[in-house]
Every structure is written in C-alpha cells, then in structure tokens.
C-alpha cells in the first residue's frame, strides 16, 4: 500500500512540474529577466553584453524611450529604439569576435558618455554610448557607431 501511495505522489508531482514548466512556455525567463541597471556602470556592462554577447535579457529595460542610434558610414544611418532591440534580439546568443574595451569620456550624477571600441580583424567599431538616469535605473539614451 505504502509503494502505491508513493508511485501516485510521484506522479502528481512530475505532472504538476510538467504543467508548471509548460505554462512558462520557451524563453519566457530570458523575456521576463529584470536586469540590475541600478548604477551608470551596470548599465554600461549590459550594454556591452547585449552588442557583443547576444545577452538577450532586459534588452527592451536597458533602451530609453526616445532612444535612437545614428551610424557614421558613407551614407549617415539612424535607427530607432523598436529597429535596434528588435535587431539586438534576433542576435540572441551570438557572440561577436571582437576585443571590446570601453573607457568612461565624462560622468555626473546623472549622466554617463562612454566609448565602446570593438577590434574586429580587419577594422574597429567604435559606439560612442550616452547613458541617462532615469528615475532609479540608467537608461542607453542614445548611440553613435563609426568605423575605421
């Protein structure tokens, strides 16, 4: 009697465990990830997660609201903030091989202009990154991206 009352707990317990996991759905963790963006530096090293490590997590957290992003090239790009978190999760996972280094240019209370320089083979992509407190987190607030 006791094996059967312990073969129907273990049952109920891996259905309630399969129905819970399912109710979840796929990637619903990574969606739902609140990122620590609580300091300028935090939010600068999410940033550089999420351009060359294909961190997917708080990517639409990190990205302030009138965010945009304007690539120097032969013909000047701007992109907006629904165009680059949109790109940003279809690079979930994908790791850039590059060297990143990033050198902090000016600091307040309340705002931060950081260079992110990624060293690719064969050039160097440098994003120069405005990072804006907004309320208690720090937002991306805008980008702008040249090659040499």
Request: glycine share 4%; charged share 25%; hydrophobic share 40%.
């Amino acid at each position: 009697m006791k094996t059967l009352v312990k073969t129907f707990v273990a049952a109920a317990l891996i259905a309630v465990s399969t129905f819970a996991m399912a109710a979840e759905g796929p990637g619903s963790k990574s969606a739902k990830a609140n990122v620590n963006l609580s300091t300028a530096d935090f939010a600068l090293e999410h940033y550089v997660a999420v351009t060359t490590e294909g961190e997917s997590a708080g990517v639409e957290q990190l990205f302030a609201a009138d965010f945009n992003q304007k690539i120097q090239a032969t013909n000047v790009q701007s992109n907006s903030r629904s165009e680059v978190v949109k790109s940003l999760k279809k690079q979930n996972g994908e790791k850039l091989n590059c060297v990143v280094s990033t050198d902090i240019l000016e600091e307040s209370a309340d705002y931060m202009v950081a260079k992110v320089t990624l060293k690719f083979e064969n050039f160097t992509k440098t994003d120069l990154v405005t990072l804006e407190r907004a309320g208690n987190d720090w937002k991306v607030s805008k980008s702008i991206n040249f090659y040499k």
